[in-house]
C-alpha cells in the first residue's frame, strides 16, 4: 500500500460544477497537508496548505482534512475551464520538510 | 511572495554534453532547496534535497557523480547534469523552502531534451 493514494483520473466536469479531489493516506504522523495545482508542461503551484485537522477556505477552494479517517479533499466550486490541470495532494510529518505526493489527479472542466 | 524562478525552462543538446539549471528564491532565503524529476503523467520523483552550503543529500538510485548539485547561497541552487544521454530527457523542477513550517514553492520546471 502506497503512503499516500490518489486517484489519477481524469475527472470530467461540465463549467460550474463542483469538484471534489481527494487523497487517503496511511502515516498516522502526518501533519501538514498541501494542495497544488500543476499545469502542462510548468511546476506545480501551491493552492492550499494546512495543518492538522479541519477546513480551510480561499476564494473558491476549500480545504479539508479529516485526520480520524485519514481523508483529505479538495472543493472547487463553480468549477472553469482554466481549473483544468493536475491537482497533487502532498503531506509530511512535523519531523520532516520532504512532502509525500500523490500521484496527481487530472481535472478537465468542459465549457 | 513566494516566487521561485527556474532557468532555462527548455534545453535541448546533443549526447554527451553538460547541462546546468538555476533555481532561485527571489523573494525569500531558502534554507533548503529540492530536485524532482518527473515522467510524462507521472508525480514528482525526489532526487535531492540540498541545504545552503553543505553537501546534497541524494535520495536512493539517485547517481550523484551524474547529477551534481549546488547549493552556493541561500538564494541558488544548481543541478547539472553531466554527460547528459537520451534516458536524460525529462522534466526536472526545484523547489525551495524557507523553513520547516512552511510548505515548499516550486519552480516551473526544464525540460530537458537529449538528442
Known amino acids: 500500500q502506497k503512503e499516500v493514494e490518489q486517484d489519477p483520473g481524469p475527472l470530467s466536469v461540465p463549467e460550474g460544477a463542483i469538484v471534489s479531489l481527494n487523497c487517503t493516506y496511511s502515516?498516522?504522523?502526518?501533519?501538514?497537508f498541501m494542495w497544488y495545482r500543476q499545469y502542462s508542461r510548468k511546476g506545480p503551484e501551491l493552492l492550499m496548505y494546512?495543518?492538522?485537522?479541519g477546513n480551510k477556505e480561499d476564494g473558491r477552494f476549500t480545504a479539508q482534512v479529516d485526520k480520524s479517517s485519514k481523508y483529505i479533499s479538495l472543493f472547487i466550486r463553480d468549477s472553469q475551464p482554466s481549473d483544468s490541470a493536475t491537482y497533487l495532494c502532498?503531506?509530511?510529518?512535523?519531523?520532516?520538510?520532504?512532502?509525500?505526493f500523490g500521484r496527481g489527479t487530472s481535472l478537465i472542466v468542459h465549457p | 511572495g513566494a516566487v521561485v524562478s527556474q532557468h532555462p525552462s527548455w534545453v535541448i543538446c546533443k549526447s554527451g554534453t553538460s547541462v546546468k539549471i538555476e533555481c532561485r528564491s527571489l523573494?525569500?532565503?531558502?534554507?533548503?532547496m529540492f530536485w524532482y524529476r518527473q515522467f510524462p503523467k507521472q508525480s514528482l520523483m525526489l532526487m535531492a534535497t540540498?541545504?545552503?552550503?553543505?553537501?546534497?543529500?541524494?535520495e536512493q538510485g539517485v547517481e550523484k557523480d551524474k547529477f551534481l548539485i549546488n547549493h552556493a547561497s541561500l538564494t541558488l541552487s544548481t543541478l547539472t547534469v553531466t554527460s547528459a544521454h537520451p534516458e536524460d530527457s525529462s522534466f526536472y523542477i526545484c523547489?525551495?523552502?524557507?523553513?520547516?513550517?512552511?510548505?515548499?514553492?516550486f519552480g516551473d520546471g526544464t525540460r530537458l531534451s537529449i538528442l
Open positions: 494546512t495543518y492538522s485537522s
Open positions: 540540498s541545504n545552503e552550503g553543505s553537501k546534497a543529500t541524494y
Open positions: 502532498a503531506m509530511r510529518s512535523g519531523g520532516s520538510y520532504i512532502p509525500t
Open positions: 523573494d525569500f532565503q531558502a534554507t533548503t
Open positions: 523547489s525551495a523552502l524557507a523553513d520547516s513550517n512552511q510548505p515548499q514553492h
Open positions: 502515516n498516522s504522523a502526518f501533519q501538514y
